[in-house]
Structures are given as C-alpha cells and as structure tokens.
C-alpha cells in the first residue's frame, strides 16, 4: 500500500499495489475502494490461503468492512457488511471462511441520542462488546461468541474446525489484564476455556500440529509492571507452562 497525503483533504489517500517477487512494475488494484485511512491507512492486508487473492480493510460508506481482490486485478468484491465495521480478521486456513471481529450495533436509542448529542460519554463505562463473527462465502455471517466476552483478538485451529480466542469480561484500561484464552467450533455452540487465571492472556496462536496453544502472559500477575511471557497451554485444556519472562 503506497500512501500520498492530501493536504485539501487532511489525509492520506493509499493506493493498493502488486509487485512480481521476480521484478517488473507495480500493478494497482482494487483502484474503486478507499483503503481505510482514518486516521492513517491500514488495510490489514492478508493473502488468501490458495494465494490467489488479496483481502484488506476498506471503507463502505462510512464503516471499514473487509474486502478481497484477485491478485490477477479486477473489481474488489466486498466479504462483510458488519453494522458497525470490521476491527480485525484472520482467513481460515481453508480458505473457505474468514473470522473477524465486530462490536454489537447501537441500539435505536443510543443512535437517535448520538443524532441529537444527547448522550453523555461516562469515563471508563462498558462499550458495546467486541465480538467475534464468521463469515462462510457460501452464507451470510454468524456470531459465535457471547454477549459478555469483549474479545481481543483470535487465531485459527489448522483444521479449520476451531477458533482460539482471548476476551476479557470488561472494557476499559485494565481490561487487559483479565483476559482469558477460549475455543469454540465453528460450527457454534458454547465456548470452552483453555486458559483461566488472572493477569494477562493474549494472543493466542495454535502450534502447526493443532495441539498446543501459545500465548503472551503476565504469570497470572495483575499490575502494570508485571513482565510479559510467553506461555503454552494445551489445546484440549490443561496445565499451563510458561516458557519465558521479558
């Protein structure tokens, strides 16, 4: 993504490029959609598991939804029409479906109260929850996480039948440090935990063979000096290993 500033417009207008490895020109693609670029581009480029397309984060309307383009050029096709955007997203591995994460819409009176700025913006007050959503290209988009998990962020099972997670049961600034590591199927159903202590959990990324789970740790320390590690716990769920402090 090249980005140019445009100073009548106060910001950043990106352009999507593809390059053969072996050299030649650049190529533009997908030259129809804004790039997000609030407040400075990022597109969260992603190549699909086959190699055969590009996704990234653009603008419909005015809420980032995911789009893909084929590498070869053409129209970008838009994946999502999430109401209130996309935040974060991963292709399976597969690349029959795309995880990605979403806040719950506004209700109707939290909207008319925004319109007229009626509201009142309290400090540190739970935000609508982060959650995430699966989007099969054969079907419309599913929650598969609940109401109470404000989630952080995700990786995908090799498999592609299941989906780890990190959420916490709050917002706000020390959220991070109530996080806890889940798995639930793509096929729905309750979310199973892998890890419960306290402190930090996040990030979670499955081992190559699908039977470990890795993750950034505080050691169960809640504070803002705890050191950060990195942790291994089963997939299935078990005993906690933790491997190293920074």
Do not use: C
């Not at 055969?52 to 995911?66: A, E, N």
């Not at 440090?177 to 996040?202: A, C, F, H, L």
Request: proline share 9%; aromatic share 8%.
């Amino acid at each position: 993504v090249v980005s140019r500033p445009a100073l009548t417009k106060n910001q950043h207008e990106p352009s999507l490029f593809v390059v053969p490895v072996s050299g030649g020109p650049p190529r533009r693609v997908a030259e129809a959609v804004r790039i997000l670029n609030t407040p400075l581009p990022s597109p969260k480029l992603r190549w699909s598991p086959d190699g055969t397309r590009i996704s990234f984060v653009g603008l419909s309307g005015d809420k980032p939804q995911l789009f893909a383009v084929d590498a070869s050029g053409g129209d970008a096709q838009i994946l999502t029409d999430a109401a209130e955007g996309v935040f974060n997203y991963e292709w399976s591995p597969d690349g029959r479906s795309i995880a990605y994460l979403t806040r719950d819409a506004m209700s109707p009176e939290e909207q008319r109260r925004r319109q007229d700025q009626s509201f009142v913006m309290r400090v540190d007050a739970p935000e609508r929850p982060t959650r995430l959503a699966l989007k099969l290209f054969d079907s419309t988009a599913r929650l598969l996480t609940p109401p109470a998990h404000y989630v952080e962020s995700l990786s995908w099972s090799p498999d592609s039948r299941e989906i780890a997670y990190t959420a916490a049961p709050t917002t706000g600034f020390m959220a991070q440090y109530m996080t806890r590591i889940y798995s639930v199927s793509i096929d729905g159903g309750n979310p199973r935990t892998i890890v419960d202590r306290t402190g930090m959990n996040s990030k979670p990324s499955y081992s190559p063979d699908g039977s470990w789970i890795a993750f950034i740790s505080s050691n169960g320390s809640v504070s803002l000096m705890s050191p950060r590690g990195l942790a291994l716990a089963p997939a299935r769920g078990g005993s906690t290993k933790d491997i190293r402090s920074f």
